[in-house]
């Protein structure tokens, strides 16, 4: 390969979320590469949100794994890979092929994905092979599949703009799919009368643009929509004769939602019945809607049962597959959807095909494979436990990072720590699982790699690369066929590079298919692969952009299914305990691997913190910007108190990004219990129990510095900055000599100078080493939260000739105005900024904060914030 070319442009696809927007990648003459968004590209039309945006930012080589190495030393890959096939065939050989499992990632490419899987289940002959999916997608998956024999999504997202009512629920669309929110907010400033629901327990960013937000209790979904059930059936919107036609199991679904009148409902999801009434009332008015889920709905105990409660009232309706309605599960990862297609599920064989003895047959017939697996292997969850008893013998973990990632996360540490042979193919060396390791196999990443995704609108979408491949880099889907022929499955894995792979992908969803199958790509067997346009399955003859709007589902029968659903009761921790709901946050992409390498995405949240509404936090004496232990007989945490009112009592939120890799304490899925939906397997990630309290302190600091410190205390946390990067820590006892701290954490040198100013009354001291006027360290320690302004002290790592004095007053001068917290990430404009607007520039629209400071109008995803910032302050004016 000769790339990259500079001022040559590639047309690939971003590779965060599952919108799955196309990306336009340019080289330039100076390294870097310019992206954009491509205008022809149908998911995005030309948007980006800001991860998208600063994916330029995130190629460096800092921090990847670029050889391959063999219990931490480096080695070629004719080693590393014959060690792994060895090691494998060894302990098949000893202990049978369910000794042995692969755990794999909606981030993998679909010929990555199909590659492990044939490995697995076609010639290893086991089922183990699961996913991150099944922390992500499984519900809706199960769902799905009770309710149309198939995992199809029936809509696309042209419906949400079509929609009169756009139900969104646990979904906070507009950090974590923000360029489909984006044409949602389009539609409704065109269409004033489409309506927005919001239901998640707290006030999302996503209520921005809702007209109704229901708070419900965590799991009172179901409760909700069966009562939404009983509503449509009373007051006569059902549509009888889909019902009849193309439906099954009206009557057991109906007989459970009769017991649930307003008063029932508004017990257990603690709703007032009038909130519950109006969107009732909305939704039995309105023919076109969608219902839009994610993991506020997936990730729980009753997972699957919320995902039938939705789409049993879909069905009831009739409203489904046609232009602007339908239950819509949106998918998280970029392939989180073609990982699903290959059969990357335990539970799945391939293309959609399940361990059916007719399945079986056919697929072990089309791989020339007699030693095909004949059973689902272990879910992620039960796979880390077997692992900890010793039943799992070897493990590849490609592509996802479970020591942060799963439920009962030190318990999935130490499970690695006693399995005997532990792989990890990932793009970054120190990953908290990488280090757990035997062989690291060093994987190319974005830009590097070649191949395709499905989003969650069923739409194929092709990632080119734009860059060479770094150090001894090699792509999933090469490393994995290398060790499938080393271990002797020569012929079945010879591909030459990932477009064969695809044809032996589209073939298999092709072989056999009478149209019993959804997944059908037959009209692609003779595309050409290098120029495949973004297209949406099923493909026959043509794309079809909806399904079953024919009424025509994937049952025995034909007809779509009713679940009858039974809510659960609703939750209540024992005294003293909260409910800990988990998710993300709009500039951070999971373990933080790729966005917690730049400065811009870094700023938005430099932290881990938590979500406690004032009262809560009144009760625990724990105040704004304090620290809490958050602890349970799992694990523990320690993160920053933001005290809010878009928390419900009761309830915490703390952000799932943070490792070890960027905080002494923040992996908060060693608090989250291993409790799985019964149906899925998808573990409850939303609900933890826990108990609060604040973490004794008895200074805090805040430092800036050039490089980064080595620091072994309670709390730490460390993110990205422009010239360096920036920090928070906490002392249980002050150092007793601060020069010896500070050269020992920052690895001074014995003669650097360390200028000091401490005020013995406020308890407040700062120290500020400098060479040639230029910063290395600047620390900030003051018993209660340090005040600094933290945007300023960050933008002394850029400043020449500083003095010591400017660096120790903590408090910016007129020349370096302090611009706050950051909220436009794509152009660095802080809160203040943007309130100086509203203040002395009298801008009281988000537009016209735009037009004065930038903020909001490149991606938009800020927007909401900005919003916020002059509500308040226009509120702030009338009081
Ligand atoms: N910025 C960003 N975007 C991302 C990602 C990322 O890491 N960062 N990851 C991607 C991935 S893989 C995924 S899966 C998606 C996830 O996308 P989302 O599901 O939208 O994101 P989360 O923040 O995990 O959870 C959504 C909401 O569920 C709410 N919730 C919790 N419990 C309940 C409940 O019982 N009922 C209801 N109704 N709501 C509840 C939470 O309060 C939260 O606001 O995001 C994708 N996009
Ligand atoms: N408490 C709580 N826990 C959660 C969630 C939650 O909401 N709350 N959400 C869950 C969900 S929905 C998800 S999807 C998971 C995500 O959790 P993970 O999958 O564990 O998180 P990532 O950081 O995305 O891990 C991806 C890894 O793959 C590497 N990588 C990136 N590209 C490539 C590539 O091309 N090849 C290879 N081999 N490696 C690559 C990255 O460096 C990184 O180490 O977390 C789950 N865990
Ligand atoms: S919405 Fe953002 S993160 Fe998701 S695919 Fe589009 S640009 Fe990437
Ligand atoms: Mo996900």
Same mark, same amino acid.
């Given at each position: 390969?000769?790339?990259?070319?500079?001022?040559?442009?590639?047309?690939?696809?971003?590779?965060?979320?599952?919108?799955?927007?196309?990306?336009?990648?340019?080289?330039?003459?100076?390294?870097?590469?310019?992206?954009?968004?491509?205008?022809?590209?149908?998911?995005?039309?030309?948007?980006?949100?800001?991860?998208?945006?600063?994916?330029?930012?995130?190629?460096?080589?800092?921090?990847?794994?670029?050889?391959?190495?063999?219990?931490?030393?480096?080695?070629?890959?004719?080693?590393?890979?014959?060690?792994?096939?060895?090691?494998?065939?060894?302990?098949?050989?000893?202990?049978?092929?369910?000794?042995?499992?692969?755990?794999?990632?909606?981030?993998?490419?679909?010929?990555?994905?199909?590659?492990?899987?044939?490995?697995?289940?076609?010639?290893?002959?086991?089922?183990?092979?699961?996913?991150?999916?099944?922390?992500?997608?499984?519900?809706?998956?199960?769902?799905?599949?009770?309710?149309?024999?198939?995992?199809?999504?029936?809509?696309?997202?042209?419906?949400?703009?079509?929609?009169?009512?756009?139900?969104?629920?646990?979904?906070?669309?507009?950090?974590?799919?923000?360029?489909?929110?984006?044409?949602?907010?389009?539609?409704?400033?065109?269409?004033?009368?489409?309506?927005?629901?919001?239901?998640?327990?707290?006030?999302?960013?996503?209520?921005?643009?809702?007209?109704?937000?229901?708070?419900?209790?965590?799991?009172?979904?179901? =409760?909700?929509?069966?009562?939404?059930?009983?509503? #449509? %059936? &009373?007051?006569?919107? @059902?549509?009888? !004769? $889909?019902?009849? /036609?193309?439906?099954?199991?009206?009557?057991?679904?109906?007989?459970?939602?009769?017991?649930?009148?307003?008063?029932?409902?508004?017990?257990?999801?603690?709703?007032?019945?009038?909130?519950?009434?109006?969107?009732?009332?909305?939704?039995?008015?309105?023919?076109?809607?969608?219902?839009?889920?994610?993991?506020?709905?997936?990730?729980?105990?009753?997972?699957?049962?919320?995902?039938?409660?939705?789409?049993?009232?879909?069905?009831?309706?009739?409203?489904?597959?046609?232009?602007?309605?339908?239950?819509?599960?949106?998918?998280?990862?970029?392939? =989180?959807?073609?990982?699903?297609?290959?059969?990357? #599920? %335990? &539970?799945?064989?391939? @293309?959609?095909? !399940? $361990?059916?003895? /007719?399945?079986?047959?056919?697929?072990?017939?089309?791989?020339?494979?007699?030693?095909?697996?004949?059973?689902?292997?272990?879910?992620?969850?039960?796979?880390?436990?077997?692992?900890?008893?010793?039943?799992?013998?070897?493990?590849?973990?490609?592509?996802?990072?479970?020591?942060?990632?799963?439920?009962?996360?030190?318990?999935?540490?130490?499970?690695?720590?006693?399995?005997?042979?532990?792989?990890?193919?990932?793009?970054?060396?120190?990953?908290?699982?990488?280090?757990?390791?035997?062989?690291?196999?060093?994987?190319?990443?974005?830009?590097?790699?070649?191949?395709?995704?499905?989003?969650?609108?069923?739409?194929?979408?092709?990632?080119?690369?734009?860059?060479?491949?770094?150090?001894?880099?090699?792509?999933?889907?090469?490393?994995?066929?290398?060790?499938?022929?080393?271990?002797?499955?020569?012929?079945?894995?010879?591909?030459?590079?990932?477009?064969?792979?695809?044809?032996?992908?589209?073939?298999?969803?092709?072989?056999?298919?009478?149209?019993?199958?959804?997944?059908?790509?037959?009209?692609?067997?003779?595309?050409?692969?290098?120029?495949?346009?973004?297209?949406?399955?099923?493909?026959?003859?043509?794309?079809?952009?909806?399904?079953?709007?024919?009424?025509?589902?994937?049952?025995?029968?034909?007809?779509?299914?009713?679940?009858?659903?039974?809510?659960?009761?609703?939750?209540?921790?024992?005294?003293?305990?909260?409910?800990?709901?988990?998710?993300?946050?709009?500039?951070?992409?999971?373990?933080?691997?790729?966005?917690?390498?730049?400065?811009?995405?870094?700023?938005?949240?430099?932290?881990?913190?938590?979500?406690?509404?004032?009262?809560?936090?009144?009760?625990?004496?724990?105040?704004?910007?304090?620290?809490?232990?958050?602890?349970?007989?799992?694990?523990?945490?320690?993160?920053?108190?933001?005290?809010?009112?878009?928390?419900?009592?009761?309830?915490?939120?703390?952000?799932?990004?943070?490792?070890?890799?960027?905080?002494?304490?923040?992996?908060?899925?060693?608090?989250?219990?291993?409790?799985?939906?019964?149906?899925?397997?998808?573990?409850?990630?939303?609900?933890?129990?826990?108990?609060?309290?604040?973490?004794?302190?008895?200074?805090?600091?805040?430092?800036?510095?050039?490089?980064?410190?080595?620091?072994?205390?309670?709390?730490?946390?460390?993110?990205?900055?422009?010239?360096?990067?920036?920090?928070?820590?906490?002392?249980?006892?002050?150092?007793?000599?601060?020069?010896?701290?500070?050269?020992?954490?920052?690895?001074?040198?014995?003669?650097?100078?360390?200028?000091?100013?401490?005020?013995?009354?406020?308890?407040?001291?700062?120290?500020?080493?400098?060479?040639?006027?230029?910063?290395?360290?600047?620390?900030?320690?003051?018993?209660?939260?340090?005040?600094?302004?933290?945007?300023?002290?960050?933008?002394?790592?850029?400043?020449?000739?500083?003095?010591?004095?400017?660096?120790?007053?903590?408090?910016?001068?007129?020349?370096?105005?302090?611009?706050?917290?950051?909220?436009?990430?794509?152009?660095?404009?802080?809160?203040?900024?943007?309130?100086?607007?509203?203040?002395?520039?009298?801008?009281?629209?988000?537009?016209?904060?735009?037009?004065?400071?930038?903020?909001?109008?490149?991606?938009?995803?800020?927007?909401?914030?900005?919003?916020?910032?002059?509500?308040?302050?226009?509120?702030?004016?009338?009081?």
């Amino acid at each position: 390969m000769t790339l990259p070319v500079a001022n040559i442009t590639t047309r690939t696809t971003c590779p965060y979320c599952g919108v799955g927007c196309g990306v336009l990648a340019t080289p330039q003459p100076d390294g870097s590469v310019a992206i954009a968004g491509d205008p022809e590209h149908p998911a995005n039309l030309g948007r980006l949100c800001s991860k998208g945006s600063a994916l330029g930012e995130t190629l460096g080589l800092e921090g990847r794994l670029l050889y391959p190495e063999s219990d931490g030393v480096r080695v070629t890959w004719d080693v590393a890979l014959e060690r792994v096939a060895n090691t494998f065939k060894r302990t098949i050989n000893a202990f049978g092929p369910n000794s042995v499992a692969f755990y794999g990632s909606g981030q993998l490419l679909t010929e990555d994905y199909y590659v492990a899987n044939k490995l697995m289940k076609g010639f290893i002959g086991s089922g183990n092979m699961d996913t991150n999916s099944r922390l992500c997608m499984a519900s809706s998956v199960a769902g799905h599949k009770r309710a149309f024999g198939s995992d199809t999504v029936p809509g696309n997202y042209e419906d949400l703009e079509l929609a009169d009512l756009v139900v969104l629920v646990g979904s906070n669309l507009g950090w974590c799919h923000p360029v489909l929110y984006q044409r949602i907010v389009k539609a409704k400033a065109e269409r004033p009368d489409m309506r927005v629901v919001l239901i998640d327990p707290r006030r999302t960013v996503s209520a921005d643009i809702a007209d109704l937000h229901l708070a419900v209790q965590s799991d009172g979904d179901s =409760a909700l929509f069966v009562g939404l059930l009983a509503h #449509l %059936a &009373n007051a006569g919107i @059902a549509a009888p !004769d $889909f019902v009849i /036609d193309h439906t099954s199991g009206v009557d057991a679904a109906l007989l459970i939602a009769e017991d649930w009148d307003l008063a029932r409902v508004a017990a257990v999801t603690g709703l007032a019945e009038k909130a519950i009434a109006l969107f009732y009332d909305w939704f039995a008015r309105t023919e076109k809607a969608v219902t839009v889920y994610s993991q506020g709905v997936n990730q729980s105990a009753s997972g699957t049962d919320k995902v039938n409660a939705i789409i049993n009232c879909h069905l009831l309706t009739g409203r489904i597959g046609r232009p602007g309605m339908g239950p819509f599960s949106v998918t998280g990862q970029p392939n =989180a959807m073609g990982g699903r297609e290959v059969g990357g #599920l %335990a &539970n799945t064989l391939a @293309a959609h095909m !399940d $361990f059916t003895p /007719d399945a079986i047959e056919r697929v072990g017939r089309f791989w020339g494979s007699d030693s095909i697996a004949t059973e689902p292997g272990l879910k992620a969850v039960d796979l880390f436990a077997a692992m900890g008893r010793g039943e799992i013998k070897a493990v590849w973990i490609m592509a996802t990072n479970p020591v942060d990632s799963m439920p009962e996360a030190d318990m999935v540490r130490a499970a690695l720590a006693v399995c005997p042979f532990v792989v990890v193919s990932d793009m970054t060396g120190s990953t908290d699982t990488g280090v757990t390791a035997h062989v690291r196999l060093p994987a190319a990443g974005w830009g590097e790699k070649d191949g395709t995704v499905t989003n969650s609108e069923r739409r194929i979408s092709r990632q080119r690369p734009f860059l060479t491949l770094p150090g001894q880099a090699r792509p999933d889907w090469w490393l994995i066929k290398e060790v499938a022929q080393r271990m002797g499955f020569v012929d079945a894995f010879s591909y030459a590079n990932p477009g064969e792979i695809f044809a032996e992908h589209a073939a298999l969803t092709a072989f056999e298919n009478d149209g019993s199958r959804d997944l059908d790509l037959s009209g692609l067997l003779d595309a050409d692969y290098a120029s495949l346009p973004p297209t949406q399955w099923p493909v026959r003859r043509k794309p079809r952009a909806r399904m079953f709007g024919d009424g025509q589902f994937f049952t025995p029968d034909g007809k779509a299914r009713f679940v009858p659903v039974l809510p659960p009761p609703p939750f209540a921790p024992p005294p003293g305990r909260f409910i800990l709901n988990t998710g993300r946050v709009r500039d951070h992409w999971h373990t933080m691997t790729r966005t917690g390498k730049t400065a811009r995405l870094s700023a938005h949240y430099a932290e881990p913190f938590v979500e406690v509404h004032p009262t809560d936090a009144a009760r625990l004496n724990i105040h704004r910007a304090t620290l809490v232990r958050l602890s349970n007989r799992h694990g523990s945490a320690i993160v920053r108190a933001l005290v809010t009112d878009r928390q419900r009592r009761g309830h915490l939120f703390v952000p799932m990004h943070w490792t070890d890799q960027f905080a002494s304490n923040g992996r908060i899925d060693a608090l989250v219990a291993a409790k799985v939906d019964p149906v899925s397997g998808q573990p409850a990630l939303k609900m933890a129990e826990v108990h609060a309290e604040p973490l004794h302190t008895t200074l805090y600091g805040f430092f800036v510095a050039t490089h980064r410190p080595i620091l072994d205390m309670e709390y730490w946390a460390v993110a990205a900055a422009i010239g360096g990067l920036r920090g928070e820590v906490a002392w249980r006892e002050q150092p007793s000599d601060w020069g010896a701290w500070l050269r020992s954490a920052f690895a001074l040198p014995d003669d650097a100078q360390i200028e000091t100013m401490s005020d013995a009354r406020s308890g407040r001291s700062s120290f500020a080493v400098l060479q040639e006027g230029r910063l290395v360290v600047a620390l900030y320690a003051a018993p209660d939260p340090v005040l600094v302004s933290r945007q300023w002290a960050v933008s002394l790592l850029s400043a020449d000739a500083l003095t010591a004095s400017t660096v120790l007053a903590g408090r910016p001068g007129a020349d370096m105005p302090d611009v706050g917290a950051i909220v436009c990430s794509c152009f660095s404009v802080g809160a203040n900024t943007i309130a100086a607007a509203v203040t002395d520039q009298g801008c009281v629209t988000v537009e016209a904060v735009g037009a004065c400071t930038r903020a909001g109008t490149n991606c938009g995803s800020c927007r909401a914030e900005i919003r916020g910032i002059i509500d308040a302050h226009c509120l702030a004016a009338a009081e």
